[in-house]
C-alpha cells in the first residue's frame, strides 16, 4: 500500500530530504526573511521507523549521508547529498503542482523505501516533527533538538486545534425571550444572527471555559488571559475581526479591563502573545501545562518557494512577532464542537463560542 499524503505532511519529508542536502538550517526574521548570517549547521537527523529509530548522519567533509540503526549502531547504507537534492528538488515540484488533497508520489517513496523510512509523519500525538542534532556556531555545544514544522505550501495550517475542550460559555442577558432564541439558532450566519440578537437590545457576558484543564493552563500562563481570550472571540463571532494584530489593536482601544495604559504597556499583546508562543511550543488544550515545551528547538517554516526556515528558541522574539503577524481566528464545524447555538438552563439563556486559531497562510 502506498505513502498517501497531504501537502503538509509531505512537507515534512521534504524537510528531512531538504536538510541533508544542505547540512543548514537558516534562521528566519520576523518577516519570514532568511538570515544569512545566523544558522544551524545539521550533524544528524533521527527518524523513528517500523525497524526502530535510525539516524541519519550528515558526513560534510565527504559529501555524504550515513545511515545507522540506532540501538544496535548497525550500518545501513549510504548516499551522496547530491541525492538528497534531487529529491527533494522533485518533490517540491510534486508538492507545489499537485492539485489533490491527498497524493501519492511513488519516486520519492521508493527513495525513502532504500532507507528503511516507511512513515510521512510523526504521531499526531506529538508536537515536535523533526529530530535534528546540530552543531551552534554561537556556544560549541551540539544539542539534538526538536523543531515543529509549519508548510505554506498547502492549506493554511492551524496553531490551536479546536475540539469542544476550546469552548467558552457567555450568559445572554436582556430582553431575550425563546422566540430571539429560536431565530437566532435558524440563522446560519453567526454574525447575522449576533447583530439581530444585540439589535435588539441583548448583551453577552462571559462566564467560563468549559475545560478547567484548559482554563488553567491559560491562567498558568496569565491569570488575565481566560478574560482576554474570551474578549477577543466576541470581537471575532461578532464583529468580524478575525486577524490576531487587528483583535488586540480592539482590545487596546477599548481597554474593558481598565489597564493603565499611560505609558503604553503592551498588556493585551504581550499576554496574548505568550499564550500562542507556549501552544506553539507544545501547550495542548486537553493536557496540563507545566511549561516544558515540547518543540525544543522552535519551529522549522517551508516558504511558498521552498525554502526552509526556522525559528530557534534564541530568536524567540522574531518568533513571538511571526505568530502574532500570521495567524488569524477561524470558525470550525459549529456541530462537531457544540456551540454557537443558544440554550437555557434555570430559565437563563447561554451560549457556547470554539476558539480555533489558524495561520493566515
Known amino acids: ?21 544542505t547540512g543548514k538550517l537558516y534562521a528566519a526574521d520576523s518577516e519570514l526573511n532568511r538570515i544569512d548570517h545566523v544558522f544551524y549547521e545539521i550533524l544528524e537527523i533521527f527518524r523513528k521507523e517500523n525497524i ?46 499537485e492539485e489533490n488533497r491527498t497524493f ?14 516507511n512513515k510521512l509523519k510523526a504521531p499526531t500525538s506529538d508536537k515536535s516533527d523533526i529530530m535534528i542534532r546540530i552543531h551552534d556556531l ?38 431575550i425571550n425563546d422566540s430571539l432564541m429560536n431565530e437566532f439558532n435558524g440563522n446560519k450566519k453567526i454574525r447575522k444572527a449576533f447583530f439581530n440578537l444585540l439589535s435588539a437590545g441583548c448583551r453577552i457576558s462571559f462566564v467560563d471555559i468549559d475545560n478547567k484543564t484548559f482554563k488553567n493552563n491559560l491562567v498558568l500562563i496569565d491569570a488575565d488571559l481566560p478574560i482576554i481570550s474570551s474578549l477577543m472571540l466576541e470581537e471575532y463571532y461578532i464583529h468580524g475581526k478575525s486577524n490576531i494584530n487587528e483583535v488586540l489593536l480592539e482590545l487596546e482601544t477599548k481597554n474593558e479591563l481598565n489597564y493603565n495604559l499611560e505609558e503604553s504597556h503592551p498588556f493585551y499583546r504581550y ?13 495542548l488544550p486537553s493536557r496540563p501545562w507545566t511549561g516544558r515545551v515540547e ?67
Request: include cysteine.
Open 104 to 117: 501519492s508520489i511513488q519516486r520519492i517513496e521508493e527513495f525513502l523505501n532504500r532507507m528503511n523510512c
Open 52 to 97: 526502530g529509530e535510525l539516524k541519519f548522519l550528515f558526513d560534510k567533509e565527504n559529501q555524504m549521508v550515513r545511515i545507522i540503526k540506532q540501538d544496535d549502531e548497525t550500518f545501513l547504507l549510504v548516499l551522496e547529498v547530491s541525492e538528497f537534492s534531487v529529491e527533494a528538488d522533485y518533490l517540491l515540484e510534486k508538492i507545489q503542482s
Open 1 to 21: 500500500m502506498m505513502l498517501t499524503g497531504n501537502k503538509g505532511e509531505w512537507s515534512e519529508i521534504y524537510v528531512f530530504l531538504k536538510l541533508l542536502s
Open 271 to 283: 499576554k496574548f502573545k505568550k499564550f500562542i508562543t507556549e501552544t506553539a511550543l507544545g501547550m
Open 138 to 175: 554561537n556556544t560549541g555545544y551540539e544539542p539534538v533538538l526538536c523543531f515543529s514544522i509549519k508548510s505554506r505550501l498547502g492549506s493554511p495550517s492551524t496553531l490551536l486545534n479546536a475540539g469542544k475542550t476550546t469552548n467558552f460559555t457567555y450568559k445572554i442577558s436582556g430582553p
Open 295 to 361: 518543540a525544543t528547538g522552535g519551529y522549522i517554516v517551508v516558504r511558498e518557494d521552498g525554502e526552509v526556515l526556522c525559528y530557534h528558541l534564541y530568536n524567540r522574539n522574531e518568533f513571538e512577532d511571526y505568530l502574532l503577524n500570521n495567524t488569524k481566528f477561524d470558525t470550525p464545524s459549529t456541530s462537531r464542537h457544540e456551540f454557537a447555538k443558544i440554550y437555557k438552563e434555570n430559565n437563563e439563556y447561554f451560549i457556547k463560542l470554539n476558539m480555533q486559531i489558524r495561520f493566515i497562510r
